[in-house]
């Protein structure tokens, strides 16, 4: 079994020539442009926020905002993953093989905003831990594209 990371779907599950998309792009990058925008305005309105409280309090919002969006990316990595690893068991599959796109490792800044929200690091931990518990080997393949 394949599994890819896309700009358009998070992963992209390929077996025996069939394609299974995992997550889609308007649902994961809705609900983050939402944390986003509200970060920015959680920056923009702290200049209004009372003083003579200290540095913390005036930016407890924005560190609220910040660790949700921590926690949700998190959360969106560890349902994906769980996802893949099911579909694996489904079709009996005793390795995937995560095709690992160098170029796009080298030019985050050129790379879509869903590729750039991810942590490649996050997601090889998350799918190593759930492949091992389901006795699935995961390797890595380097590709230059």
Same mark, same amino acid.
């Given at each position: 079994?394949?599994?890819?990371?896309?700009?358009?779907?998070?992963?992209?599950?390929?077996?025996?020539?069939?394609?299974?998309?995992?997550?889609?792009?308007?649902?994961?990058?809705?609900?983050?442009?939402?944390?986003?925008?509200?970060?920015?305005?959680?920056? #923009?309105?702290?200049?209004?926020?009372?003083?003579?409280?200290?540095?913390?309090?005036?930016?407890?919002?924005?560190?609220?905002?910040?660790?949700?969006?921590? $926690?949700?990316?998190?959360?969106? #990595?560890?349902?994906?993953?769980?996802?893949?690893?099911?579909?694996?068991?489904?079709?009996?599959?005793?390795?995937?093989?995560?095709?690992?796109?160098?170029?796009?490792?080298?030019?985050?800044?050129?790379?879509?905003?869903?590729?750039?929200?991810?942590?490649?690091?996050?997601?090889?931990?998350?799918? $190593?831990?759930?492949?091992?518990?389901?006795?699935?080997?995961?390797?890595?393949?380097?590709?230059?594209?």
């Amino acid at each position: 079994m394949n599994a890819v990371l896309s700009a358009e779907v998070p992963i992209i599950a390929g077996f025996n020539g069939f394609e299974k998309e995992i997550g889609n792009k308007e649902e994961f990058m809705h609900r983050l442009l939402q944390i986003q925008v509200g970060i920015k305005r959680a920056k #923009i309105n702290s200049r209004y926020s009372a003083e003579g409280k200290g540095r913390k309090r005036k930016n407890q919002a924005l560190g609220k905002l910040l660790e949700k969006e921590k $926690d949700y990316l998190n959360t969106k #990595i560890h349902t994906y993953t769980k996802l893949l690893v099911d579909y694996a068991i489904e079709n009996r599959c005793g390795t995937i093989n995560l095709i690992n796109f160098i170029d796009k490792e080298r030019n985050r800044k050129k790379v879509p905003l869903l590729l750039k929200s991810w942590s490649y690091c996050g997601i090889r931990q998350k799918l $190593d831990y759930k492949a091992r518990l389901n006795g699935i080997d995961i390797s890595v393949i380097d590709v230059e594209s």
